[in-house]
C-alpha cells in the first residue's frame, strides 16, 4: 500500500495513517475451494461437487475457483435441511 511518495517516519503524520492501516483486519470476501473444505470441515470433493452440480456458484481465474464467503454460507445453510 502506498500512502504517500515520502519516506514514512515516526515524524512524518503518514506513518500514523500506515500504522493505523496495517492493523486493521482484512476479511476475505472469497476463498479457494480448499479453503471452503477446511472452513466446513469436509474435502475439496465435496466442494467441486457442489460447484460442478452448479449449486454453489465460482468466480474462474486461470486453473482455480474463487468462492464468495456469502455464496458458500447460503450453500452451506441450503445443505443443513437436506438429508
Known amino acids: 500500500m502506498i500512502v504517500s511518495?515520502?519516506?514514512i517516519t515516526k515524524e512524518n503524520p503518514d506513518w500514523v495513517t500506515l500504522e493505523?492501516?496495517?492493523k486493521q483486519e482484512l476479511t476475505p470476501i472469497a476463498v479457494t475451494v480448499k479453503q471452503a473444505a477446511r472452513l466446513l470441515g469436509t474435502n475439496d470433493?465435496?466442494?467441486r461437487r457442489g460447484i460442478y452440480a452448479r449449486?454453489?456458484?465460482v468466480v474462474r481465474f486461470g486453473n482455480?475457483?474463487?468462492i464468495?464467503?456469502?455464496d458458500?454460507?447460503?450453500w452451506f445453510n441450503r445443505k443443513?435441511?437436506?438429508l
Do not use: C, F, M
Open 80 to 82: 443443513k435441511g437436506v
Open 68 to 70: 464468495a464467503v456469502d
Open 5 to 7: 511518495n515520502t519516506t
Open 72 to 74: 458458500l454460507r447460503a
Open 45 to 47: 470433493k465435496q466442494i
Open 55 to 57: 449449486e454453489l456458484p
Open 64 to 66: 482455480s475457483y474463487s
Open 20 to 22: 493505523w492501516h496495517l
